[in-house]
């Protein structure tokens, strides 16, 4: 197996703006605040997911994304230990609120059924929205280990193809089968370290403009070009008037 190309280092390195747990058993608890947040099988029948968030302003908009890793530390773990579990990292689709809820409490914030159970503002699906295109999914070993996960797709949706980012949520593929769960720390977490994304970029060349999101090449004197003949035309037909009035 060959090994994964690792980065020296990148041009964006940051902490999660916002992250919280959602767990299925708990429907109308917010966990904004807790110092983990869980993915997985919770151990009483119920699934539970982690949402995180970053701010990429700082990024240019149309930038070609080379690489972005989402990396977390594991403080707790569920299952057989050693063994391989499939966890999958997707694209939220909709905006939600971290919350103030330090374990479950609280009265703002991302539930299993709400974006914000302030509102509240339901999720269409329960459990989260989510856009299965460019998911990244990885066999972890559980264990202790720092898990990292390749999500140059879902990072490159969001910068050079200008949608929206509403964060990340994470989810063990078979949930209820593996009977498995990490918790990671969060970024209210005294402990480091917390949660990281690492991306690296380049800029397009200057023959090319953002559209729509996307970088497409252009041909500078093939935009002046219409604007060059107009002119010639104006010219010529201006001597064709100056002619006739002598």
């Given at each position: ?41 919770d151990?009483?029948s ?18 070609i ?11 707790s ?25 330090p374990?479950?409490?609280g ?16 999720w269409?699906?329960?459990?989260g ?13 559980i264990?202790?280990?720092?898990k990292?996960f ?29 009977q ?8 209210e ?7 990281i994304l ?18 497409i ?5 093939r935009?002046?070009?219409p604007?060059?003949?107009l ?11 100056i002619k006739?009035?002598?």
């Amino acid at each position: 197996m060959m090994p994964e190309m690792v980065s020296a280092q990148w041009d964006y390195e940051e902490n999660p703006i916002a992250d919280t747990s959602i767990f299925e058993g708990f429907p109308n608890n917010n966990y904004g605040q807790a110092t983990t947040i869980s993915v997985g099988w919770d151990g009483t029948s119920s699934r539970t997911r982690c949402l995180l968030q970053f701010d990429l302003s700082s990024l240019p908009l149309g930038a070609i994304i080379t690489d972005a890793r989402l990396s977390l530390s594991v403080t707790s773990v569920g299952g057989s230990l050693g063994t391989q579990r499939t966890f999958t990292v997707y694209r939220v689709s909709k905006s939600w609120i971290e919350g103030d809820g330090p374990s479950g409490t609280g009265t703002t914030g991302a539930t299993w059924i709400n974006t914000d159970k302030s509102g509240p503002t339901p999720w269409n699906t329960q459990g989260g929205d989510v856009v299965l295109e460019g998911a990244s999914s990885k066999e972890l070993t559980i264990g202790f280990a720092l898990k990292e996960f390749d999500v140059t797709d879902i990072v490159t949706a969001w910068i050079t193809d200008g949608q929206l980012n509403y964060g990340f949520l994470i989810k063990v593929d078979n949930e209820a089968g593996d009977q498995a769960s990490f918790g990671f720390r969060s970024r209210e977490s005294s402990t480091t370290p917390q949660p990281i994304l690492q991306i690296n970029w380049t800029i397009p060349p200057e023959d090319t403009v953002p559209v729509g999101g996307l970088t497409i090449p252009v041909n500078n004197f093939r935009i002046l070009t219409p604007y060059i003949a107009l002119a010639g035309l104006i010219i010529a037909v201006s001597a064709v008037i100056i002619k006739k009035r002598k």
